[in-house]
Structure formats: C-alpha cells, structure tokens
C-alpha cells in the first residue's frame, strides 16, 4: 500500500507538471510574444504585412520574409493538426491550447486586420494618385529583401538552378491576363486553395491570383451580401479550399525550408525577383476593369523613365524603402530567414 500510494503522488504530481491548471496557464505556456514589447513590435510587423496584402502584385508573404517571421509563421499554421484536433475531441482543451501558436498568430492577425481596415483607402488612394511614388517604395523594399533573404542560402552555384525557376515562374504569372472560368464549387475550393497559398508565398499576391482566375469580382460580390444562402454556400466553399491550402502548403513549406533549405530559399528568392516585373513603378496600362466601383489594370505594360524630376524623386523613395529593410533586418538581430 505504501507502494502504491507513493507511485500514485508521483502521477499525480507528473500530471500536474504536464496539464496547465487553469486556461490562462494554458494559454501563456503556448508559443508567442510574451513581453508588451514583443506584442507591439509583432503588431506592427501584422501591419506591414496586411499593409502588401492590399496592393495588387504584393504579397504578405514578403514582409514576412522581410521581417524575419516566415519560418515562424509557417511552423504557427502548422501547430494546428491532426494531433490537435484529438485533444479536442478526447475534451483536453487546455492541452491543445499549450501546442497551438495562437499568441502569436492573433497578435500578427491583429495587425494585418487593422491594416486591412484602415489603410485600404489610403493605398487605393497613393496606388490612384501618386503611382509612380508608391510602387518606389515597394520596389526598394523588395530589392533590399531579395538581398537580405538571399544572403541565408549556403550554396548559391547548385542552388542557381532553383533561383532561375523560381523567377521565370513568377514573371510569367505576373504577366498573365484575367481568364473565364467556370463557377463550380470544385474550382472555387481550387481558386481558394490557390489563392491562399500564393499569399504566403513571397512576390504572389492572393488578390492578384484570384483576378487572374477570373474570381475576384465574384468572390467579393459574394462578400458585399454574406448571409445570403446562395452567397453563403460560395464563401463557405472557397474558405475550405482557404483552410485546406494553408494548412497544407504551410506544411510542405515547412518541410522544405528544413529538409532542402537552400533550394527552397532560391526558389523564394526567385519568386520576388520575377514578381519586381509587376512592381516596376513606370507602367502604361493597356487594358483596365471596373470592379465594385473601382478600377484595376488587369494587362498593362512596363516602359522606361524620363530623366526628370519624377525620376529623381522615385529613386529616392526607392532609397528609401532598400534601407528601411536593411535597417529593420538589422534591428531584428538574425537574417530574415533563419
């Protein structure tokens, strides 16, 4: 009996050490920020992030590169899975929450909702009124963080071949035009998929991949009247192909950056050299579409500046925007990519 009571006070006691006792305990022992610092400094990292995801052509996924959290944001996504989903259902809730990133993920989702929120205006208003400033500035951001990204990858001779695919692949869909495709649910899962994987890729835009698609206009038609059930059924279809895309691809990614580190960093290297195509910031537009009211170049071209003072300003800005990379990399204290 002595026995037994004292193997039981042992489990007892491993069971406590191993199961948080309260859902606050919980939630502090998962993975994320922990200082108010560290909240705000990933805040505002969500801001730029959800700041890209507005512009046509940008992709959050960059600014995460930029920053330094993709490797960070990829194993976050991951956190949610299989083994999971088994707490959940055996009733161990405060278990699954100590594994999930959620303090980190609603942090850095905090940030690129306020952004969403409250710079759309303001950017359809700089990309509509002062384009060729605007995209300077983005055009030196992502110069500065191919250079920055770049610098992680050991082998640059045999990894050549992936930096090459990498960029071919993203300059020829920056370059494609809007096509006509079926509404189905099939290819709605599809361009839901598609489109969420393409936003975590750095140089893809998710916004852009749906109008090449030919959806944009129908998907954020369906979002103006939500609870309708015709438009339900739509949002509910293309959130599934959303939520099977990220967890998914931010699994392969994962995989990828830790199994073939420097293939998988040239093939992103290369995505945001081709995807400079659709930043150059002196464009004619050749054909445009009037979707919600609003105007978006869906085939233009990219021509050469004139020696004037728009040019010298746009340098500048471009100057601007490669060292506010450098200097955050800096501050972060690691690569960008670790």
């Given at each position: 009996?002595?026995?037994?009571s004292a193997?039981?006070?042992?489990?007892t006691?491993?069971?406590?050490?191993?199961?948080?006792?309260?859902?606050?305990?919980?939630?502090?022992?998962s993975p994320g920020?922990?200082?108010i610092?560290?909240?705000?400094?990933?805040?505002?990292?969500?801001?730029?992030?959800?700041?890209?995801?507005?512009?046509?052509?940008?992709s959050?996924?960059?600014?995460?590169?930029?920053?330094g959290?993709?490797?960070?944001?990829?194993t976050?996504?991951?956190?949610?899975?299989?083994?999971?989903?088994?707490?959940v259902?055996?009733?161990?809730?405060?278990?699954a929450?100590?594994?999930?990133?959620?303090?980190?993920?609603?942090?850095?989702?905090c940030?690129i909702a306020?952004?969403?929120?409250s710079?759309?205006?303001l950017?359809?208003?700089?990309l509509?009124?002062h384009?060729?400033?605007t995209?300077?500035?983005?055009?030196?951001l992502?110069?500065?963080?191919?250079?920055?990204?770049?610098?992680?990858i050991?082998n640059?001779?045999?990894?050549f071949?992936?930096?090459?695919?990498g960029?071919?692949?993203?300059?020829?869909?920056?370059?494609?035009?809007?096509?006509?495709t079926?509404e189905?649910g099939w290819?709605l899962?599809?361009?839901g998929?598609?489109?969420?994987?393409?936003?975590?890729?750095?140089?893809?835009?998710?916004?852009?991949?749906?109008?090449i698609l030919?959806?944009?206009?129908?998907?954020t038609a369906?979002?103006?009247?939500p609870f309708?059930?015709?438009?339900?059924?739509?949002?509910l279809?293309?959130?599934a192909?959303?939520?099977?895309?990220i967890l998914?691809?931010?699994?392969?990614l994962?995989?990828?950056?830790?199994r073939?580190?420097?293939?998988?960093?040239?093939?992103?290297?290369?995505l945001?050299i081709?995807?400079m195509?659709?930043?150059?910031?002196w464009?004619?537009?050749?054909?445009?579409?009037?979707?919600?009211?609003k105007?978006?170049?869906i085939?233009e071209?990219?021509?050469?500046p004139?020696?004037?003072?728009?040019?010298?300003?746009?340098?500048l800005?471009?100057?601007?925007g490669?060292?506010?990379?450098?200097?955050?990399?800096?501050?972060?204290g690691?690569?960008?990519?670790?």
């Amino acid at each position: 009996m002595p026995h037994n009571s004292a193997e039981s006070k042992k489990t007892t006691a491993a069971s406590a050490t191993s199961e948080p006792y309260s859902w606050k305990d919980a939630w502090w022992a998962s993975p994320g920020p922990r200082s108010i610092s560290e909240h705000a400094y990933l805040f505002f990292k969500g801001v730029c992030m959800g700041t890209a995801d507005i512009v046509p052509g940008v992709s959050g996924g960059t600014v995460a590169f930029i920053t330094g959290i993709y490797q960070t944001l990829l194993t976050a996504i991951s956190s949610f899975n299989w083994n999971t989903i088994r707490q959940v259902l055996r009733l161990r809730g405060k278990e699954a929450l100590t594994g999930l990133h959620l303090r980190f993920l609603v942090t850095l989702l905090c940030g690129i909702a306020m952004a969403v929120i409250s710079t759309a205006h303001l950017m359809h208003y700089l990309l509509t009124e002062h384009p060729v400033e605007t995209w300077s500035v983005f055009f030196g951001l992502i110069a500065a963080s191919i250079i920055v990204v770049s610098h992680s990858i050991n082998n640059r001779i045999s990894s050549f071949p992936a930096l090459v695919l990498g960029t071919l692949l993203a300059y020829g869909i920056t370059g494609l035009i809007p096509l006509h495709t079926p509404e189905e649910g099939w290819f709605l899962f599809l361009c839901g998929v598609v489109a969420i994987c393409a936003m975590i890729l750095p140089g893809l835009s998710g916004s852009f991949i749906l109008l090449i698609l030919g959806k944009y206009a129908f998907i954020t038609a369906a979002l103006r009247n939500p609870f309708v059930m015709e438009n339900m059924e739509i949002l509910l279809i293309f959130i599934a192909g959303c939520v099977t895309g990220i967890l998914g691809f931010s699994r392969i990614l994962r995989y990828s950056l830790l199994r073939w580190h420097d293939f998988t960093i040239a093939i992103l290297t290369g995505l945001m050299i081709g995807a400079m195509r659709k930043v150059w910031p002196w464009k004619v537009a050749l054909e445009s579409q009037i979707i919600r009211g609003k105007e978006y170049v869906i085939r233009e071209e990219n021509v050469w500046p004139l020696a004037n003072s728009e040019l010298a300003t746009a340098l500048l800005l471009m100057a601007l925007g490669f060292g506010f990379v450098i200097v955050l990399e800096k501050l972060s204290g690691r690569s960008a990519v670790n």
